[in-house]
């Protein structure tokens, strides 16, 4: 359709979509620009004919810079001292360094006593600054990473810079910068897989829908061709929900779900590319949404020193009634002074602290040879509370683990199948007999004819695991301690499984595949 023909259609569709007040109707240009609301969001996506209205838009929500670090300049020094006088040890020294200032209780020089207060407070609140910087740099590391969005032509822009109503265009491994709906995939089906590992941490890919109505394309969609109206709800910190409908200009409802949504922070897999419209930026997506922003942690070791503190306090106060009332009977002369809180107790700590980061950063059996990354260590505040864990309750052991799905061993008709890497690690508990006499040709046994049929694939790829098949007795050995292979490949067809090759029989209908459903914990299919 051209220029002149869906242009003013385009504005004549927006215009019947507002509720007009009084006998005048709003001009187009207003009506372009919708209200914020409470229950619901309204996103126009980007068009070269509506940009200032797409920006009018874009420019009521948030953008897609995100900031984690607690201080700013000119909030530091009130803020850090705000959390630092959350101890007790730094108010007891505060007020004694007050009361040496009155004239009547005045021990020694006025002066000296605010000095290593001052210090403390100043150690402290430079380790809490360089902590706080290297969040700073992270937030704008991530700030500039490039994406492709849509600007009459794909071009990089930085995360920062995109959004709402934004085309964004990604490729296969390559992380969503922001929520968006997805209207169109490399796969001929509409699919894309997603790996939500930085999310709700498991590893194991899901898939998300192409949009209804935009699945049926054959080729790349061009932004320009998309005459749409998104309304959705506002944003909120639930992973597993998402409502909403695209409405075109002839009325059309086409609803949304959590299946076309993608999620910063997520990574596109098996997919060779994909589109979207963004819908959450920034500090609105769902991701952000489920941190709890930047805030003061405290380990239980400093909770219970400032007990103790307390205690220690209590304490003192009780020996100087005491004191005070034996002076008064004994009049001794002599003074021995004891210090009772020391202030150099939290110095101490905190040094004792960052050797123990220093620690856990360089240690060795920490480190991921995969990502060629060492563990960082997000606070330096609470890292003493990983040796203090007891008890962990989780429904799923892949949380824990490392999640991947290694194949062990199998039973068919009676003979049971390990894994080689297996059959390494258990060969010194049992002897092996090359003359068993179980040992069992591969092409004789009809169960293992069928069990060929079955496939293994590659968690983050699409090509399959390929193996071959022990043929001999001597090759094969005992089967029970020896790699089951297969060797007949299998073509994925989303509805069907059908043999790669001639010499199997039967195929396998999926007459229905239930998704992973977040509630019931479980996932179904029918063949």
């Known amino acids: 359709m051209g220029d002149q023909g869906w242009a003013p259609r385009y504005c004549q569709w927006l215009s019947s979509k507002q509720n007009t007040i009084g006998p005048t109707a709003p001009s187009c240009d207003t009506l372009l620009v919708p209200e914020k609301s409470k229950k619901h969001r309204v996103v126009i996506p980007w068009s070269t004919h509506f940009k200032d209205e797409y920006k009018k838009v874009s420019n009521l929500y ?88 849509r600007s009459r032509d794909y071009i990089d822009k930085f995360w920062s810079e995109v959004s709402v109503g934004d085309f964004i265009r990604l490729a296969c491994n390559e992380e969503i910068p922001a929520d968006m709906i997805l209207i169109y995939s490399s796969d001929g089906d509409g699919i894309c ?34 005459i749409c109206r998104i309304e959705c709800e506002t944003p909120n910190n639930d992973l597993n929900s998402f409502r909403g409908f695209i409405e075109n ?10 299946d076309n949504l993608l999620m910063r922070g997520c990574i596109v ?25 930047p805030r003061y942690k405290r380990s239980k070791l400093e909770k219970r020193m400032n007990r103790d503190i307390v205690w220690c306090v209590l304490l003192l106060i009780v020996m100087c009634f005491i004191g005070a009332i034996g002076k008064l009977k004994t009049r001794l002369t002599d003074t021995h002074r004891e210090v009772l809180i020391p202030i150099s107790l939290y110095v101490s700590i905190e040094f004792v602290k960052l050797g123990h980061i220093f620690l856990i950063r360089n240690d060795i059996d920490l480190y991921d040879e995969v990502s060629d990354r060492k563990i960082q260590c997000g606070s330096l505040n609470i890292a003493e509370d990983l040796g203090q864990i007891e008890y962990i309750f989780s429904d799923k052991t892949g949380t824990l683990t490392e999640n991947k799905m290694v194949f062990r061993r199998c039973s068919i008709a009676g003979l049971e199948y390990g894994h080689e890497e297996n059959a390494k690690r258990l060969e010194t508990y049992q002897d092996f ?35 071959r098949i022990f043929r001999s007795s001597s090759s094969m050995g005992f089967v029970g ?20 090759q001639e010499s199997i029989e039967l195929p396998l209908y999926f007459l229905h595949t239930g998704p992973f459903l977040f509630r019931l914990k479980k996932t179904s299919g029918y063949i």
């Not at 006593?113 to 609140?125: E, G, N, R």
């Not at 999310?199 to 394309?217: C, I, M, S």
């Not at 200009?249 to 779900?257: A, F, M, Q, T, Y």
């Not at 301690?481 to 790669?500: D, G, K, M, Y």
């Open 62 to 149: 948030a953008n897609n810079k995100i900031r984690t670090n607690k201080y700013r300049l000119w909030s530091f020094i009130p803020r850090n001292l705000f959390e630092q006088f959350h101890r007790v040890a730094n108010l007891y020294f505060l007020f004694i360094a007050l009361l040496n200032w009155v004239p009547a209780v005045e021990a020694f020089r006025k002066e000296i006593t605010m000095i290593p207060l001052c210090v403390v407070l100043t150690i402290i609140a430079v380790k809490d600054g360089l902590e706080d910087y290297t969040k700073y740099k992270l937030d704008k590391k991530i700030n500039n990473f490039l994406t492709r969005a």
């Open 193 to 226: 897989h997603i790996e939500t590992s930085s999310l709700d941490g498991e590893t194991n890919l899901k898939q998300r829908q192409v949009v209804k109505g935009f699945a049926e394309q054959a080729y790349e969609i061009n932004p320009e061709d998309i």
């Open 249 to 258: 200009v002839d009325g059309v409802r086409v609803g949304l779900n959590k």
């Open 269 to 293: 897999r098996n997919t060779e590319a994909v589109l979207g419209i963004v819908v959450y930026a920034g500090h609105e997506t769902k991701a952000m949404l489920n941190t709890m922003g």
């Open 433 to 467: 007999d090359e003359e068993e006499d179980e040992a069992a040709y591969f092409s004789s046994h009809s169960s293992l004819r069928h069990a060929s049929r079955a496939r293994f694939f590659s968690r983050k790829s699409s090509e399959f695991l390929n193996s």
């Open 481 to 500: 301690w020896r790699q089951l292979a297969f060797s007949s490949p299998l073509v994925s067809i989303p509805q069907t499984i059908r043999p790669a």
